[in-house]
């Protein structure tokens, strides 16, 4: 499935943003079928990929 990522994280006003990383890299090690990712907004249907990258911009955020 293709789909737009977002460049940036967004709002995080309501987020948890120690564990939010960590439960995307528990998501990321489960043996799973993910073939969609809801997301909400922007694009709202990703495909797996979309987990990789949203992980990845909270390791890039954090190093900021």
């Given at each position: ?11 995080l006003g ?32 990703q495909g ?17």
């Open positions: 499935m293709k789909g737009y990522f977002k460049e940036t994280l967004g709002n309501f987020a948890d943003v120690k564990i939010y990383p960590r439960s995307l890299a528990r998501l990321k090690g489960m043996p799973l079928p993910i073939k969609r990712v809801i997301c909400g907004h922007d694009s709202p249907l797996p990929a979309f987990i990789d990258h949203y992980h990845d911009l909270f390791k890039a955020d954090a190093g900021a």
